[in-house]
């Protein structure tokens, strides 16, 4: 079960094109061609924003033409990245409609809508076909998805043979409890945190291999103290994804995450593994 009602409704805006053109305006972007780095402070709705998905993306071999899956793709940052950087075509499926609707008029302002197609739907029942794709990837997403073991196993049967999986996840720590709100949770009860050898497990029981988990909690660290600086300065942190989404809320969550990492309660996991070929 995936929870579908509330994670859409905890992700849901309502207005969310109208405020992110108004952001883009206040930045002075023209948000009817706004460009990938004007963008990027609000696409890219993870940890550490853009630099999280350049370094995922660094260690991956995309070959250009090769079909990738994005896994809760958001409003398309990740996927527009990728599709950009590597000559890729990128599917995005997501379950918040709004957001979908986002990620196409954006991929559609930046002329990308032959490369990158969205669609709405669950990650836990992917309306694609067996093999589909060379290689998939997800970035924070699985905190969202109780049911990990129909989560990988989903992943697994549309991937080729020798497909690859990257994820950039943030995990259970040893640390103490989480308090809520954060980015994806209001409360402990829609938040499902998996430590990095129990996300390990269940992607091997699902029958991936070469499972290779690495966790720079340093770098996460370094850009939260880099945020901070500049706002004390009176500037904008470089990631308004979740003030821009949640709002009023959206402080409260920014310090709670920060908090949880700096604890070890949540430990940031980048995963990458691979179909047997
Ligand atoms: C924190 S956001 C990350 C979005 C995007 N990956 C990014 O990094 O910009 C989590 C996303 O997961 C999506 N999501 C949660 N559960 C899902 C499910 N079962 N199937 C598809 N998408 C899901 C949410 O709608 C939301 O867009």
Same mark, same amino acid.
């Given at each position: 079960m995936t929870g579908? =009602?509330?994670?859409? $409704?905890?992700?849901? &805006?309502?207005?969310? %094109? @109208?405020k992110l053109d108004a952001a883009l305006a206040d930045d002075g972007a023209d948000p009817a061609r706004p460009g990938m780095d004007a963008l990027a402070p609000y696409d890219q709705f993870h940890g550490r924003g853009i630099e999280a998905t350049v370094d995922l993306a660094d260690g991956l071999d995309i070959a250009p033409g090769d079909h990738v899956l994005d896994i809760g793709s958001g409003i398309g940052g990740p996927a527009r990245y990728m599709a950009e950087r590597f000559g890729c075509r990128v599917s995005g499926i997501d379950l918040t409609a709004e957001f979908c609707d986002v990620a196409r008029v954006l991929t559609a302002r930046l002329g990308m809508s032959d490369r990158v197609a969205i669609t709405n739907g669950d990650a836990l029942a992917m309306p694609f076909a067996d093999a589909a794709f060379a290689g998939a990837y997800s970035m924070n997403v699985s905190m969202n998805i109780a049911d990990k073991q129909a989560f990988y196993a989903e992943i697994l049967r549309v991937l080729k043979p020798g497909g690859w999986l990257a994820l950039s996840e943030a995990a259970r720590g040893e640390g103490a409890e989480v308090?809520?709100?954060?980015?994806?949770?209001?409360?402990?009860?829609?938040?499902? %945190?998996?430590?990095?050898? @129990?996300? +390990?497990?269940?992607?091997? $029981?699902?029958?991936?291999?070469?499972?290779?988990?690495?966790?720079? &909690? @340093? *770098?996460? %660290? *370094?850009?939260?103290?880099?945020?901070?600086? %500049? &706002? +004390? #300065?009176?500037?904008?942190?470089?990631? $308004?994804?979740?003030?821009?989404?949640?709002? +009023?809320?959206?402080?409260?969550?920014?310090?709670?995450?920060?908090?949880?990492?700096?604890?070890?309660?949540?430990? =940031?996991? @980048? &995963?990458?593994? $691979? #179909?047997?070929?």
């Open positions: 579908g =009602p509330d994670i859409t $409704r905890h992700y849901t &805006v309502g207005s969310l %094109l @109208e308090d809520y709100p954060t980015p994806w949770a209001l409360t402990a009860e829609s938040s499902f %945190l998996a430590s990095p050898a @129990e996300t +390990e497990a269940a992607l091997a $029981r699902a029958g991936f291999a070469d499972i290779q988990c690495r966790s720079d &909690v @340093e *770098a996460y %660290l *370094a850009f939260g103290a880099k945020s901070r600086a %500049l &706002v +004390e #300065k009176g500037g904008k942190p470089p990631h $308004r994804a979740v003030f821009l989404i949640h709002g +009023e809320l959206a402080p409260e969550m920014a310090a709670n995450t920060s908090r949880a990492i700096a604890a070890d309660a949540i430990r =940031p996991l @980048e &995963v990458r593994c $691979r #179909k047997p070929g």
